[in-house]
């Protein structure tokens, strides 16, 4: 795992500033920006090593808090939570890896066996079987549009709603509800009706 080597009082107040505060006051001193990578890079970093596995996940997670530092003049300080900006960012990053993405989804589903594998059976060992977990749905992944499927792990494993969802990829949120309805159908089919995607709040309203 990464870190940083930010001055330590710079997160002594981590529980009581706003993302959008902490970027604008890093624009002055830059050391605050530190709050942010504290905050969010443990789960981009999960994030990443789930879509990529563990060889490329520090990579991302450093490129994508270098790339925010460096736009940070640019965030919108009307939003007071930086998440979707920040998996945005990161989304991007990993789809320039798409085909290592790709090629471990089809490892996977040929032999159930892959560097990912694990973080496939932790988000849905208790919905479907480990030879589902580890073949089917990665076949299903792998089979998806680009598109569709980070839409789908952006609510499946990085737990954004429709409208973060839609501020990280920068798509109105009716074409995120459609593109996630498309992607949901094609992996319960795969899965024989289950849905390892759905939210808590899915599952149980």
């Known amino acids: 795992m ?3 080597t930010g001055r330590a009082g710079a997160a002594e107040d981590t529980g009581d500033v706003g993302d ?3 970027i604008r006051r890093s624009l002055e001193e830059p050391d605050a920006f530190a709050l942010l990578f504290d905050r969010y890079a443990p789960e981009i970093h999960r994030y990443a090593i789930r879509r990529l596995g563990d060889s490329l996940a520090d990579d991302v997670v450093a490129d994508t808090f270098l790339a925010a530092f460096q736009r940070r003049d640019r965030y919108d300080l009307t939003r007071p939570d930086a998440r979707p900006w920040l998996y945005g960012i990161a989304g991007n990053l990993i789809g320039r890896h798409r085909r290592v993405e ?3 989804y089809r490892a996977l589903a ?6 990912v594998a694990e973080s ?4 849905v060992d208790a919905r479907v079987s480990a030879s589902a977990v580890q073949k089917d749905l990665a076949g299903a992944l792998a ?11 952006l609510v499946a494993w990085a737990d954004l709603t429709y409208d973060e969802v839609a501020e990280a990829v920068g798509i109105p ?6 593109r996630l309805h498309r992607a949901r159908r094609k992996t319960r089919a795969a899965l024989g009706g289950a849905d390892p995607t759905a939210t808590e709040e899915e599952r149980h309203g």
Request: charged share 30%; aromatic share 2%.
């Open 2 to 4: 990464i870190a940083h």
């Open 20 to 22: 959008a505060e902490v």
């Open 102 to 104: 790709i090629r471990s």
């Open 110 to 115: 040929r032999t159930g066996a892959d560097e």
């Open 120 to 123: 496939y059976a932790d988000r």
């Open 143 to 153: 089979g998806l549009s680009a598109g569709d499927r980070e839409v789908l792990l």
């Open 173 to 178: 949120v009716g074409t995120v509800r459609s």
